[in-house]
């Protein structure tokens, strides 16, 4: 089933009448996440081609094999080219006005493989304070793996489609200044996205948190 949400891909890409999708320049300004807490700006690297695996023990295999430099580490500009073998991709800043991502419109309006792919997506909070207590809470479609400042806190598997918190880390603290959110995600076929949002003790949205990217 597909999901349908508005997608902004801040790169001058082509895209098609499935997508309904504006071009524009990257905001300079940090993005506070929306009403419900999810975050709507991210950095997605253009699709792997993989199995499609969606065991636990396949997509960990998959997650943990490296295929680029920096891989657990880099936090990307728009348009930084990656080398994955003899392919060459992209990684592109992305905007959602809905509480997901779809990361099928986003690979299919890049004309790449929507099957049997990996999807690597970074996005970094800033948090003016140190805040104890917190949850990262996630969905996705299809399996996911989730790091927060470079520990792996959460992750889902098989076949499965985006629910709202479907998945939730035990609870982390976020540090004062920048966090960097780090995420895999493996589909096998169809429709696939992803969400994520951080709660408090009292599983509310957290609150002053900003998204803030690199410029272009």
């Known amino acids: 089933m597909a999901v349908q949400n508005t997608v902004t891909v801040h790169r001058t ?3 098609s009448l499935v ?7 990257p905001a300079a300004t940090a993005q506070p996440p929306s009403a419900d807490g999810f975050l709507q700006r991210w950095m997605i690297l253009e699709p792997i081609s993989v199995a499609g695996q969606l065991t636990e023990g396949a997509v960990q295999t998959l997650v943990k094999t490296v295929r680029f430099a920096d891989q ?7 348009g930084d080219p990656v080398t994955v073998g003899d392919t ?12 997901n ?8 309006g890049l ?9 690597w997506i970074v996005t970094v909070v800033d948090s003016p304070r140190e805040v104890s207590g917190v949850r990262l809470a996630i969905g996705s479609n299809a399996a996911s793996v ?8 959460i992750g889902i598997y098989n076949d499965r489609q985006t629910v709202i918190d479907d998945g939730v880390s035990k609870r982390i603290t976020l540090k004062k200044g920048a966090n960097v959110i780090r995420a895999a995600v493996v589909n096998a ?6 969400c994520a949002r951080f709660l408090d003790g009292d599983d509310r949205p957290i609150r002053g948190i900003t998204i803030s990217l690199p410029p272009s």
Not at 19 to 25: E, F, P, W, Y
Not at 72 to 78: L, S
Not at 111 to 119: C, D, E, G, I, R
Not at 189 to 194: R, S
């Open 13 to 15: 890409v082509r895209t």
């Open 19 to 25: 997508i309904l999708a504006a071009l524009v320049h």
């Open 72 to 78: 657990f580490t880099v936090i990307p500009h728009d």
């Open 88 to 99: 060459k991709l992209a990684w592109h800043r992305v905007d959602t006005a809905a509480y």
């Open 101 to 108: 991502v779809n990361l099928y419109h986003f690979a299919y």
């Open 111 to 119: 004309k790449k493989p929507t099957s049997n792919v990996l999807f």
């Open 146 to 153: 989730w790091w927060v400042n470079g520990a792996e806190v």
């Open 189 to 194: 076929g169809g429709a696939t996205d992803f």
